[in-house]
């Protein structure tokens, strides 16, 4: 059961007076990350979609827009348009359906497009509203590719450690700079990212 909004609230003031971050420790890389693996493309040239979230909306796409559960679920049909990059962070472990989910991604997709996927791996269950999956670098690449991207075109990242994994058994850890490290340790992975490009039309 989550805690009252009101005790939230508190909680929160006193951790901003203590010198933590808005972001979740376990986040901060795969953000970081991310976001390099997206200027990369130049977002003044996509039409951008995200998937139940709204956390991208600031970039300067050429245009953006958010699909939110419930009112599209992914995993039930494609959206009747194309868009150059689709963004889905933090949604497909909650997924029934993931390989629908992924195969309805692609189909929106324009040809060459991108996917940009994110999914906790060493992180407690959640339930919101339900929490099914979980999938390693090489395990991710995989099921990518299962779902119609060329393998070779799915690139792949990772980061945690056993102090952010042990922060995460209660509440959700808030950075703090001078107190959680951000070294990456490879078997003790929190959080795992794609990039997968769909093939070229020829």
């Given at each position: 059961m989550r805690a009252?909004?009101?005790?939230r609230d508190t909680?929160?003031?006193?951790?901003d007076h203590a010198g933590y971050g808005r972001e979740q420790w376990s986040r901060v890389v795969m953000r970081r990350e991310s976001r390099r693996l997206?200027?990369?493309?130049?977002?003044?040239?996509?039409?951008?979609?995200?998937?139940?979230?709204?956390?991208?909306a600031d970039l300067p796409f050429k245009s953006y827009e958010s699909a939110c559960y419930p009112e599209y679920d992914v995993c039930?049909?494609?959206?009747?348009?194309?868009?150059?990059?689709?963004?889905?962070?933090?949604v497909f472990e909650h997924l029934l359906w993931p390989y629908r989910a992924a195969t309805h991604v692609h189909q929106m997709l324009?040809?060459?497009?991108?996917?940009?996927?994110?999914?906790?791996?060493?992180?407690?269950i959640h339930h919101e509203?339900?929490?099914?999956?979980?999938?390693?670098?090489?395990g991710l690449r995989h099921f990518l590719a299962e779902c119609g991207f060329p393998l070779a075109d799915i690139q792949t990242g990772s980061w945690g450690n056993?102090?952010?994994?042990?922060?995460?058994?209660?509440?959700?850890?808030r950075y703090h700079r001078r107190l959680h490290s951000l070294r990456n340790e490879p078997n003790f992975p929190v959080h795992v990212w794609?990039?997968?490009r769909k093939a070229a039309a020829t």
């Open positions: 009252p909004i009101a005790l909680a929160h003031r006193v951790l997206v200027d990369d493309l130049e977002p003044s040239r996509l039409n951008a979609l995200e998937i139940s979230g709204t956390f991208w039930s049909a494609a959206l009747p348009r194309t868009f150059d990059l689709v963004i889905a962070e933090q324009t040809p060459g497009g991108h996917f940009l996927v994110s999914t906790p791996f060493l992180l407690r509203p339900v929490d099914c999956t979980r999938w390693t670098e090489t056993r102090a952010c994994v042990k922060a995460n058994f209660g509440w959700w850890a794609a990039l997968a």
